[in-house]
């Protein structure tokens, strides 16, 4: 029994490894698409979504029968629990980053608005979080895990002040609503991915040291010995 629970473990870690893969190139596409205005692209991203959500529904029906078949403890359990909420974490981030495809689409139809060095840095951020994140699950780096949510900071900071640049914009200029509307969406989707990165980050941290950290910034930034 305990050799067949630590082959399905593997498994399970191969299968949440190649899913994390393939969200991150949906999300490293969808910023592309965004900063080169190319359909085509953001397209790619919109077409990959579907098999991204089967992935997870594998993924869950994977975890729940390990959990009837095993019925795991200690540190099998928070093996299996943290692949589940990171699984969810996976399918949401995918979903905005198609999200943010969809947004780099609607930019090619309407009047030219320039991406912002903010949304150039701000993007540039999340994916470093989103690769960071999957890094310190595959390796239970905690400190990695604990860098990416002290960058989650600097993300909503960028957030605010891409904001009010695109709000201060549109009312300057009325005839880039539509553009900068969109641009508004992908930042706002942006910084959820962001989220996301440190849900995961913050599963890692569960799943090395046992202690539940979310909502609790202080346990986050504090390192175990």
Same mark, same amino acid.
């Given at each position: 029994?305990?050799?067949?629970?630590?082959?399905?473990?593997?498994?399970?870690?191969?299968?949440?490894?190649?899913?994390?893969?393939?969200?991150?190139?949906?999300?490293?596409?969808?910023?592309?698409?965004?900063?080169?205005?190319?359909?085509?692209?953001?397209?790619?991203?919109?077409?990959?979504?579907?098999?991204?959500?089967?992935?997870?529904?594998?993924?869950?029906?994977?975890?729940?029968?390990?959990?009837?078949?095993?019925?795991?403890?200690?540190?099998?359990?928070?093996?299996?629990?943290? &692949?589940?909420?990171?699984?969810?974490? @996976? %399918? $949401? +981030? #995918? *979903? !905005?980053?198609?999200?943010?495809?969809?947004?780099?689409?609607?930019?090619?139809?309407?009047? &030219?608005?320039?991406?912002?060095?903010? @949304? %150039? $840095? +701000? #993007? *540039? !951020?999340?994916?470093?979080?989103?690769?960071?994140?999957?890094?310190?699950?595959?390796?239970?780096?905690?400190?990695?895990?604990?860098?990416?949510? $002290?960058?989650? *900071?600097?993300?909503?900071?960028?957030?605010?002040?891409?904001?009010?640049?695109?709000?201060?914009?549109?009312?300057?200029?009325?005839?880039?609503?539509?553009?900068?509307?969109?641009?508004?969406?992908?930042?706002?989707?942006?910084?959820?991915?962001?989220?996301?990165?440190?849900?995961?980050?913050?599963?890692?941290?569960?799943?090395?040291?046992?202690?539940?950290?979310?909502?609790?910034?202080?346990?986050?930034?504090?390192?175990?010995?």
């Amino acid at each position: 029994m305990v050799k067949h629970l630590e082959r399905d473990l593997d498994r399970l870690q191969h299968d949440i490894v190649e899913l994390s893969r393939a969200v991150e190139q949906a999300i490293l596409k969808a910023v592309q698409a965004l900063r080169s205005r190319d359909a085509i692209l953001a397209q790619e991203v919109i077409d990959g979504d579907t098999g991204i959500d089967q992935g997870e529904n594998l993924l869950e029906e994977e975890c729940l029968k390990m959990l009837a078949v095993h019925q795991p403890v200690a540190t099998d359990l928070r093996r299996i629990a943290a &692949a589940m909420m990171i699984n969810v974490d @996976l %399918e $949401r +981030m #995918a *979903d !905005l980053a198609e999200d943010v495809a969809e947004r780099a689409i609607a930019l090619t139809k309407v009047e &030219a608005l320039p991406v912002s060095d903010r @949304l %150039e $840095r +701000m #993007a *540039d !951020l999340t994916t470093v979080m989103v690769r960071q994140s999957l890094d310190s699950f595959v390796n239970l780096d905690t400190r990695l895990a604990r860098s990416v949510c $002290r960058l989650d *900071d600097e993300v909503d900071r960028y957030n605010r002040e891409i904001i009010e640049e695109l709000v201060a914009g549109m009312r300057q200029r009325p005839d880039l609503v539509e553009a900068g509307v969109s641009l508004f969406s992908a930042t706002r989707h942006l910084e959820n991915i962001a989220d996301h990165a440190t849900n995961i980050a913050e599963d890692v941290i569960y799943l090395v040291e046992g202690e539940i950290v979310r909502h609790n910034p202080e346990a986050v930034l504090k390192e175990k010995c």
